[in-house]
């Protein structure tokens, strides 16, 4: 078992802000999914509620002109309601893209100011490694390298 309490306190800080990270990621999303549920619980209890208006009003009818009616007639506010949830949804995903791009920017910068902390400490000890080696430290390599892909002439091969 690695031994988490004698750590590296820049790790133990990294390990702890990626922790609330994703803590707050998981509750944003989970808000999210709540505030979908309950638009789609609000629909669908509209649609119910006009559909069974519908219903009642198709079997009162007395005549084929009044079928009609009631059947057009529920139309225009149904699809009113289709785009009022369309709309509602939008909002909510916007929203949704607008805290997440928030949360990504404020944590990023912490994760990253903690990994370049957690490099400067260990960077003496794993440089002398790497050239001991022979072989190139990570941020070394050469660009096709990093992407997967080399070069020949001006096209990538695959």
Excluded: W
């Amino acid at each position: 078992m690695y031994p988490f309490s004698r750590s590296n306190p820049v790790l133990r800080s990294y390990f702890g802000s990626q922790l609330v990270f994703l803590n707050d990621l998981s509750g944003s999303l989970l808000g999210t999914f709540q505030s979908v549920c309950d638009a789609n619980i609000k629909l669908g209890e509209t649609m119910l509620e006009q559909t069974l208006g519908t219903g009642q009003r198709i079997m009162t009818s007395a005549s084929a002109d009044d079928l009609l009616g009631a059947v057009a007639g529920s139309a225009q506010p149904i699809s009113c309601k289709l785009q009022a949830y369309e709309r509602h949804l939008s909002t909510l995903a916007a929203d949704v893209q607008v805290d997440l791009t928030h949360m990504v920017q404020r944590y990023g910068h912490q994760a990253s100011r903690g990994t370049h902390a957690s490099l400067d400490n260990d960077g003496p000890q794993n440089a002398s490694e790497g050239e001991g080696s022979g072989m190139q430290p990570e941020r070394r390599m050469q660009p096709e390298r990093r992407t997967g892909k080399t070069l020949q002439g001006d096209r990538p091969v695959a």
